[in-house]
């Protein structure tokens, strides 16, 4: 009775620790791992610093593990950490000295921990904290952070935390901070007196995004001298009046005034606009605002504006009411109602760069010569717009648009193309035509555009049977041509790519090509993509190319059933097959094309994708059983011959020899 005991006891002492050892398994794969200079022990359920990290660590991940409390002996032996990342380890206390021994650090991260204390001295002990991240840390006010040695801090990170107000920033030194993050807190007023301790820092960017204001008092922001300040979606309960008066004074490099898509609708009255005049900033965003009257929009005292950004302001029209020239370099009026181009003037912004008039929320008449003062525009955007221009493109349109280097027609409507129809903007590097349907009037379209480098005609039902399309395109790096049908399914103009000697990259996926000319590509010398992927072939053809150096073969999702081991042997070192979902044979058909991918993996893109036909298994998971091929077999039943045959003659003269002196 008692050994059956004893027995049992033994068997659930022994399967007890079985189970323990169960569970302790997966720690294997769980240990903190290696990266430069330091380890990264993350989301592994530490509450202590484990023993395998060594005293010289540099920089340590331990974010999501539990920490209830830091204490002056929680680090004590890691002296040389200068990185030291604690995001959302359950935080609640930080008492004395916790880096009383780590000199060296720089970067402290705190992000999302409950912080109910921290200690006077918290923060004592390195030389020059540089960035400390409190983000989503449920402090409630700045003077709850201990300033106490935080003089050489650059970055202070508060965002998303209970901030009520700035009472507390003075005990900050200032001087070497270069950006103050307090976006997402409750802080709903500015007293004219908070800021003064910013007074003197050159430089700085400050965020407020997403607080709800109730009011900043005017003069707040006199004579602060930021790089940036941002007030985006902080105006639900504010007038706006007031807070253009708060800021009445401050010279600042960005200025974002702008909505999200979640705020509720703010117009900004005319006389507001006025306090603009006694703002220095030279990048300014409304994004999402409505105007009461933009012809009232100051630009006159808004010279030195380089960048206005108007995405989705309710626009449909826009003139520069002004009287002599601006420096706009930058004009963003994305998802605006224009009717017409020309119902922007831009007679006024003649030193403009890039204008973006993409997401027209209607069509986009573009009238002649609208844009005809621009003379030095560099990037035109008017894709998603619907484009209508009303008659033959692009001669009149892009009429004066010499410099233009960059044209966005994609997502347009039908456009009639005039012979030559760039010849306005030689200058072209990048033209985007996807998804915009056009008719030629001339076989060789771009013939002027000896600069162009991309040209992308994706799923604009280009027809490549006019084989001198490309003529001109001397420099063309990289062309698309995704998603316009091969008539016929077989690519046969091997005079296509003659223009194109520079080609680097060209897209030809989703054409319903079933095959190709063998010589297709061989004068392109510097091919180093070909993207072939979502077509009907049938066979992997290597031959055609010039060289396989240095080549990324997409072949994914074709019909490639078999794949001829010499077609991929010769692919070099840094050259790429992708052949994933293709309905590849495993059987001994594939065996020595399987075999070259099992030694070539490196060589072979979406391997995990790469799977047999019809089932999941990955075709290096295979298990093929096959005799070796005919030739093979053959030659090593010769060899076999050859010996044996060898083997007998020997023996025979040996055994003859043997006998002739056993006669003597
Ligand atoms: C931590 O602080 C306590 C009390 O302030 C002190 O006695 C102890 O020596 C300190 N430990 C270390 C490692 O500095
Ligand atoms: C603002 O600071 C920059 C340096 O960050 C300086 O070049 C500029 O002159 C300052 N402007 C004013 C108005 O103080
Ligand atoms: C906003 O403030 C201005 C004066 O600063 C005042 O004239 C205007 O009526 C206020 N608007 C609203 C909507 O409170
Ligand atoms: C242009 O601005 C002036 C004063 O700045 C104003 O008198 C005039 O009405 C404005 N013109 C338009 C078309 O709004
Ligand atoms: C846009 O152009 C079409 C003709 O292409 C014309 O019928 C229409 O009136 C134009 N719309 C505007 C607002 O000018
Ligand atoms: C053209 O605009 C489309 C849509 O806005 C964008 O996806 C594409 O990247 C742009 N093309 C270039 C060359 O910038
Ligand atoms: C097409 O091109 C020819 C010759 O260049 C020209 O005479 C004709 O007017 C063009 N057609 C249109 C609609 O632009
Ligand atoms: C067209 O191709 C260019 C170059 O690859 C790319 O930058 C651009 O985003 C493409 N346009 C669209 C609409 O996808
Ligand atoms: C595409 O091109 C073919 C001929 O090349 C033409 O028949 C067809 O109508 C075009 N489709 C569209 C939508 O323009
Ligand atoms: C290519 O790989 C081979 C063997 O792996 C190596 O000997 C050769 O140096 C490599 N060539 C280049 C250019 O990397
Ligand atoms: C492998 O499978 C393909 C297609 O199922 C078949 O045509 C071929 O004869 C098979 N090869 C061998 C060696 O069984
Ligand atoms: C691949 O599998 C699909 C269904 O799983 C089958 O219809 C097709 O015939 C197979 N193709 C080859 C080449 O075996």
């Known amino acids: 009775m008692e050994k059956q005991f004893v027995f049992y006891t033994l068997c659930y002492t022994i399967l007890f620790h079985l189970l323990q050892h169960n569970e302790a398994t997966p720690w294997a794969r769980r240990q903190c791992h290696q990266v430069v200079n330091g380890y990264d022990c993350s989301d592994m359920d530490l509450q202590v610093i484990p023993n395998e990290i060594p005293n010289s660590v540099q920089i340590l991940k331990f974010s999501f593990n539990y920490l209830p409390a830091l204490y002056n002996f929680t680090f004590q032996r890691l002296t040389s950490l200068n990185y030291l990342d604690l995001t959302r380890c359950g935080i609640t206390f930080m008492y004395e000295d916790i880096f009383k021994y780590q000199s060296d650090l720089v970067d402290l991260i705190l992000i999302g921990n409950p912080l109910v204390f921290i200690a006077e001295r918290a923060f004592s002990g390195p030389l020059a904290l540089k960035y400390l991240s409190l983000a989503q840390s449920k402090i409630q006010s700045l003077s709850d952070i201990p300033s106490y040695n935080l003089a050489y801090l650059e970055v202070l990170e508060i965002g998303g935390s209970e901030i009520r107000s700035l009472d507390g920033l003075s005990s900050f030194h200032c001087q070497n901070l270069h950006s103050l993050q307090l976006d997402m807190n409750s802080i709903d007023w500015i007293r004219e007196d908070d800021l003064a301790p910013l007074r003197n820092v050159h430089g700085m960017s400050i965020s407020f995004k997403g607080n709800d204001f109730i009011n900043i008092e005017p003069g707040a922001f006199k004579s602060l001298n930021l790089s940036s300040l941002d007030f985006s979606g902080c105006f639900s309960k504010m007038n706006f009046s007031s807070l253009l008066k708060g800021l009445e004074g401050l010279t600042t490099n960005r200025l974002n005034l ?239 790519f003659k223009y194109v000697p520079l080609l680097e990259t060209l897209v030809l996926a989703s054409c319903k090509i079933t095959a190709f000319e063998e010589n297709l590509f061989k004068g392109l010398v510097h091919l180093r993509q070909v993207d072939l992927s979502e077509n009907k072939l049938v066979k992997l053809s290597t031959s055609g190319f010039y060289s396989l150096h240095f080549l990324q073969l997409n072949y994914a999702s074709n019909a490639i059933v078999t794949v001829d081991v010499g077609s991929v042997m010769d692919l070099g070192n840094i050259s790429t097959v992708d052949l994933s979902y293709n309905p590849l044979v495993c059987n001994c058909s594939n065996f020595e094309f399987i075999n070259w991918v099992i030694k070539n993996k490196i060589k072979v893109k979406h391997l995990m994708e790469t799977t047999c036909n019809g089932t999941g298994t990955r075709i290096i998971d295979a298990e093929l059983q096959c005799e070796l091929p005919v030739g093979v077999l053959a030659s090593v039943i010769i060899l076999v011959a050859i010996i044996i045959i060898l083997a007998i003659f020997c023996l025979v003269r040996r055994i003859r020899k043997y006998s002739r002196y056993s006669q003597l």
């Open 258 to 496: 702008g909505l999200y898509e979640t705020d509720p609708n703010v117009y900004i009255p005319s006389a507001a606009l006025q306090s603009l005049c006694k703002i220095f900033v030279t990048d300014l965003d409304f994004q999402l605002q409505h105007f009461s009257d933009l012809n009232n929009f100051p630009f006159d005292c808004l010279k030195w504006i380089k960048k206005l950004d108007l995405t989705r302001a309710h626009l449909d029209s826009l003139q520069f009411n002004m009287t002599g020239p601006s420096r706009l370099s930058h004009l963003v009026l994305d998802e605006n109602r224009f009717k017409d181009v020309c119902s922007i003037n831009t007679r006024n912004v003649p030193l403009l760069t890039h204008l973006s008039v993409s997401g027209n929320s209607k069509q986009l008449n573009f009238s002649s010569k609208c844009l005809e003062s621009l003379g030095i525009l560099e990037e035109l955007d008017l894709s998603l717009s619907l484009v209508n221009p009303r008659g033959p493109c692009c001669n009149d349109q892009l009429f004066g648009l010499s410099e233009l280097k960059l044209l966005n027609l994609s997502y347009g409507s039908q456009i009639f193309w005039s012979s030559q129809p760039f010849s306005a903007t030689p200058q072209l590097e990048h033209l985007d035509f996807s998804h915009s349907y056009y008719t030629l009037n001339d076989s060789s379209p771009f013939s002027n555009l000896q600069n162009l480098k991309t040209l992308n005609l994706s799923w604009s039902n280009t027809s490549l049977t006019n084989v001198r399309i490309f003529k001109g395109l001397k420099n063309l790096q990289l062309l698309n041509l995704k998603g316009n049908t091969i008539q016929g399914g077989v690519l046969t103009q091997t005079e296509l």
